[in-house]
């Protein structure tokens, strides 16, 4: 053989070699993956097109690359924030729930849930709804359990003393939707709750209308005791002068007496039955 055609088959050599090494590199690079802290490896089957149930966790993993692909799923805590208030949720804008009472007065919620993936059941998730859970099945479940719960209470109870009591069933009927398709609820908070000014103008105008009616019930009271009093004190001016009209009737001298107390202090009066005062005259 020539020294030039061992040359070209040197050269030939050396670049299957190259090329060998290359694919064998990318088969190599293509069939490891790592799954990422917090997240869970999912197993998609190309040629029978079907997920896997096998879950990969974090770390590194080999597969074949030819007939596998991996899907990463988050199973750390996620927050999701819907609100009106801007730069608070995680849309720009009024993205609160509008909901309406038991009495027909509407409501909008600022809402956050906390969840997570169950890392056991993320094969189950994707293959039911995808990757976009949060979009298909989170919010549209909140959004219901916040109306949903939100007609079974009246304007005033929401406002006041129940809120806590609504968080709770809010809570609960979404941890058993999500639950259904492998996402666990950490916690729902409701952030806000406005009403209309509507509302707000129909409860001053109760506060004054409950402030007129208290003051007039006090006035009556008042006019009530002040007749009471009136009442008794004519009651004992009437027995008084009855018992003094008895008296009266009883013992004239009584009367006299009555008569002189009445005369002018600086009158002097001496008192004398017919009797003396016929002794007094001489008389026989």
Same mark, same amino acid.
């Given at each position: 053989m020539s020294t030039a055609k061992k040359s070209v088959a040197r050269a030939t050599v050396k670049a299957v070699l190259v090329v060998g090494l290359l694919i064998g590199f990318g088969l190599l690079n293509g069939a490891t993956v790592v799954v990422e802290v917090g997240h869970r490896g999912v197993l998609f089957d190309k040629l029978r097109k079907g997920t896997q149930q096998a879950i990969l966790g974090e770390g590194l993993h080999v597969v074949n690359p030819l007939t596998t692909t991996v899907y990463q799923l988050n199973v750390q805590t996620q927050t999701?924030?819907?609100?009106?208030?801007?730069?608070?949720?995680?849309?720009?804008?009024?993205?609160?729930?509008q909901a309406k009472t038991r009495d027909g007065q509407n409501v909008t919620v600022d809402v956050s849930l906390r969840y997570h993936c169950d890392?056991?059941?993320v094969s189950r998730l994707f293959q039911t709804v995808g990757l976009d859970y949060e979009q298909k099945v989170v919010l549209p479940s909140v959004r219901s359990a916040?109306?949903?719960?939100?007609?079974?209470?009246?304007?005033?109870?929401?406002?006041?003393?129940?809120?806590?009591?609504? @968080?709770?069933? %809010?809570t609960a009927k979404v941890t058993a939707e999500l639950a259904q398709r492998g996402l666990m609820v950490d916690d729902c908070l409701l952030r806000d709750i406005a009403?209309?000014?509507?509302?707000?103008?129909? %409860?001053?105008?109760?506060?004054?209308e409950q402030q007129t009616a208290l003051r007039k019930q006090f006035e009556l009271e008042i006019a009530e005791r002040e007749a009471e009093v009136r009442k008794?004190?004519?009651?004992?001016?009437?027995?008084?002068n009855n018992i003094r009209g008895q008296a009266l009737k009883q013992n004239a001298k009584i009367v006299q007496y009555e008569y /002189?107390?009445?005369?002018?202090?600086? /009158?002097? @009066?001496?008192?004398?039955?017919?009797?003396?005062?016929?002794r007094g005259a001489g008389a026989p």
């Open positions: 999701y924030t819907m609100s009106n208030a801007q730069q608070e949720g995680n849309v720009a804008g009024q993205d609160g729930i890392p056991a059941q916040v109306r949903d719960i939100f007609t079974l209470h009246n304007a005033e109870s929401v406002y006041s003393e129940r809120r806590g009591e609504i @968080a709770e069933a %809010i009403f209309t000014d509507e509302y707000f103008a129909a %409860i001053e105008n109760k506060q004054i008794i004190r004519a009651q004992g001016e009437a027995t008084a /002189v107390r009445k005369i002018a202090p600086n /009158v002097q @009066a001496l008192l004398v039955n017919s009797t003396d005062l016929k």
